[in-house]
């Protein structure tokens, strides 16, 4: 596969990504920059972590307006895979590819620790080869990860089987202590109803090496190419 990696301002984990893609996964990776209207082919998108634009006004607010972001919601439209982490899944609520948003974490304070997580679909490019029963032990770093949505649009949620993650503990209970933000129903990531756009808070590519002794970010890559081709 070609991954298309958009660099704004302020991004921060888009050489982390890169890195595991490249490295670890064995893919074609081009780099996006921001003012950029080209996709350059890609076959996926993602958005990386960081603090795009300084997170002034709302995390992603600024970005959501960046001319690649235009190519990136036609991409989508059209049915293109769109991946957005942490900040790149404020991004993506912002531009509306996503429902809901994300609201400061609960204690008013950033959060940079491993958190435990496990899928709650396997229908889903991301998590169909993940063990819903497995919990992923993910590094979390961010300010405003405490997922919100209305009534209405927690419902569609479940109805249409759109959660991807939940928080949870080490032994893969959903409880309020494994909720490290205060997100609603302890949703740590969704999908939108086409199935091809995902957004999660967790960092994955922080969870991908042998060297920093934590590979089960591995397992949502790994999910990724073995059911799509090159």
Known sequence: MKFGVVVFPGSNCDEDIIYVLEKI?????????????????????VLPGGFSFGDYLRSG?????????????????????????????????EAGLLQGALLHNENRKFICRNIYMKAQTTNSLITAQIDPERALKIPIAHGEGNYFADADVLKSLYDDDLVLFKYCDEYGMVTPESNPNGSLDSIAG????????????PHPERASDALVANEDGLAIFESILSLVKA
Request: glycine residues 10%.
């Open 190 to 201: 969704i999908t939108n109803i086409n199935r091809n756009v995902f957004g999660f808070m």
């Open 25 to 45: 996964m064995g893919q074609q990776v081009v780099r996006l920059w921001h003012k950029d209207h080209d996709l350059q082919g890609a076959d996926f998108i």
């Open 61 to 93: 607010a600024i970005a959501r307006f960046s001319p690649i972001m235009t190519e990136v919601i036609q991409f989508a439209a059209r049915g293109g895979y769109v991946l957005g982490i942490c900040n790149g899944f404020q991004v993506l609520t």
